[in-house]
């Protein structure tokens, strides 16, 4: 009589790992969604402290009689006045910009009965191609956000005091939950390899985006923009969001001077020129900056986007691109869930090790 075991076919089992596996994810994204309240600014907070990293690995290569608790020191201190200044900016601006959402509806009413007249058509408003009721909310969702974004700051503050204070022992637990030997090098491959992807894509995007917002500030006072503190603020934030990010964000000065100003002179010099500095930098610029280093598929980061998006709203629009990097790495030293990291990586190679830091 042969044995139930023997005959048994041998996929059965990988069926029902993969089976477990889907159910588990599914499980994992409903509670991330769920959480997301507590979730979002602990995962904002750790790459701040990742920044905070890579500020005093900066300060240590180029500063080596400072110390690396310095750079720390100096890296809490520039996110701090970073932090203080949004909170300052959002509180001082985001009421005058919320006010001038009627009037850029009137203005963009007036521009489409001119067009329509143009060619003979029935006027067009505004009200009629989106609702009077959503363009009524706008402002409201505007002022809602900024208020958030005060308060979100307060919560990212606090969980990133106790990361930093609790830095050396979450290393040293990190290290014991891999107690066999051949288990922490492979561990510790992957911590390097997320930090390393992390610290690049935060360095370049917030190099970037510092420059495309300067510049913006700089366009935006010369034709006398009401709001430009806040406006380029918006615009450094929308660039840590990929592909849709940089070009919705230079886009926003136009339409407010729509309702500032009477002639579309200024309007189109703020469209020309913000767009010259996006196109300048993001497609010029940064490829070269990053050199490929996240080795993510283009399809990829657009599909992460809407994921994260949909997941966590806003904040995982943010963190899109360094979130996907990090699951492609961790997949990657998982031989059962291998597959994932290659369809993530954009050359197929997900486990090429990270490249020098310059």
């Given at each position: 009589?042969?044995?139930?075991?023997t005959?048994?076919?041998?996929g059965?089992g990988n069926g029902?790992?993969?089976?477990?596996?889907?159910?588990a994810?599914?499980?994992?994204?409903?509670?991330m969604r769920?959480?997301?309240?507590?979730?979002?600014?602990?995962?904002?907070?750790?790459?701040?402290?990742?920044?905070?990293e890579t500020i005093?690995?900066?300060?240590?290569?180029?500063?080596?009689?400072?110390?690396?608790?310095?750079?720390r020191?100096?890296?809490?201190?520039?996110?701090?006045?970073?932090?203080?200044g949004?909170?300052w900016v959002?509180?001082?601006?985001?009421?005058?910009?919320?006010?001038?959402?009627?009037?850029?509806?009137?203005?963009?009413?007036?521009?489409?009965?001119?067009?329509?007249?143009?060619f003979?058509?029935?006027?067009?408003?505004?009200?009629?191609?989106?609702?009077?009721?959503?363009?009524?909310?706008?402002?409201?969702?505007?002022?809602?956000?900024?208020?958030?974004?005060?308060?979100?700051?307060l919560?990212?503050a606090?969980?990133?005091?106790?990361?930093?204070?609790?830095?050396?022992?979450?290393?040293l637990?990190?290290?014991?939950l891999?107690?066999?030997?051949?288990?922490?090098?492979?561990?510790?491959?992957v911590?390097?390899?997320?930090?390393?992807?992390?610290?690049?894509?935060?360095?370049?995007?917030?190099?970037?985006?510092?420059a495309i917002a300067l510049?913006?500030?700089?366009?935006?006072?010369a034709?006398?923009?009401?709001?430009?503190p806040?406006?380029?603020?918006?615009?450094?934030?929308?660039?840590?969001?990929p592909v849709?990010?940089?070009?919705?964000?230079?886009?926003?000065?136009?339409?407010?001077?729509?309702?500032?100003?009477?002639g579309l002179?200024?309007?189109?010099?703020?469209?020309v020129?913000?767009?010259?500095?996006?196109?300048?930098?993001?497609?010029?610029?940064?490829?070269r900056?990053?050199s490929?280093?996240?080795?993510?598929?283009?399809i990829?980061?657009?599909l992460?986007?809407?994921?994260?998006?949909?997941?966590w709203?806003?904040?995982?629009?943010?963190?899109s691109?360094p979130?996907?990097?990090?699951?492609?790495?961790?997949?990657?030293?998982?031989?059962?869930?291998?597959?994932?990291?290659?369809?993530?990586?954009?050359?197929?190679?997900?486990t090429?090790?990270?490249?020098?830091?310059?």
């Amino acid at each position: 009589m042969r044995d139930p075991e023997t005959t048994a076919p041998t996929g059965g089992g990988n069926g029902w790992r993969v089976a477990l596996g889907i159910i588990a994810a599914i499980a994992a994204t409903a509670a991330m969604r769920e959480l997301a309240g507590i979730l979002v600014p602990l995962v904002i907070a750790v790459f701040l402290m990742l920044m905070v990293e890579t500020i005093a690995g900066v300060v240590d290569r180029h500063v080596p009689v400072v110390p690396r608790w310095g750079g720390r020191v100096l890296g809490v201190l520039a996110l701090a006045l970073a932090l203080a200044g949004s909170v300052w900016v959002v509180g001082a601006y985001a009421a005058s910009l919320v006010n001038q959402a009627a009037a850029v509806s009137g203005r963009i009413d007036r521009l489409l009965t001119s067009i329509a007249h143009s060619f003979n058509i029935p006027p067009i408003r505004l009200d009629r191609l989106v609702g009077e009721e959503e363009i009524t909310a706008i402002g409201t969702r505007l002022l809602g956000e900024a208020q958030g974004f005060a308060s979100g700051v307060l919560f990212v503050a606090i969980y990133l005091g106790f990361l930093l204070a609790s830095r050396r022992s979450l290393a040293l637990k990190f290290g014991r939950l891999f107690a066999r030997d051949g288990a922490r090098p492979n561990a510790r491959r992957v911590m390097h390899r997320v930090q390393d992807a992390t610290e690049q894509y935060i360095w370049v995007q917030t190099v970037t985006g510092l420059a495309i917002a300067l510049g913006s500030w700089a366009i935006m006072a010369a034709v006398g923009l009401q709001s430009a503190p806040l406006l380029a603020f918006i615009i450094f934030l929308t660039s840590y969001i990929p592909v849709v990010g940089p070009f919705l964000g230079v886009i926003i000065p136009p339409v407010v001077g729509l309702a500032q100003f009477d002639g579309l002179t200024e309007p189109l010099i703020l469209l020309v020129g913000l767009q010259a500095i996006n196109f300048l930098l993001n497609n010029i610029i940064v490829p070269r900056m990053q050199s490929d280093r996240l080795n993510l598929d283009p399809i990829v980061v657009l599909l992460s986007l809407g994921f994260w998006t949909w997941l966590w709203g806003m904040p995982g629009a943010f963190l899109s691109t360094p979130l996907t990097a990090l699951v492609m790495a961790v997949t990657a030293e998982i031989p059962s869930v291998r597959w994932i990291a290659i369809l993530l990586s954009k050359d197929g190679e997900p486990t090429v090790e990270a490249k020098p830091k310059v």
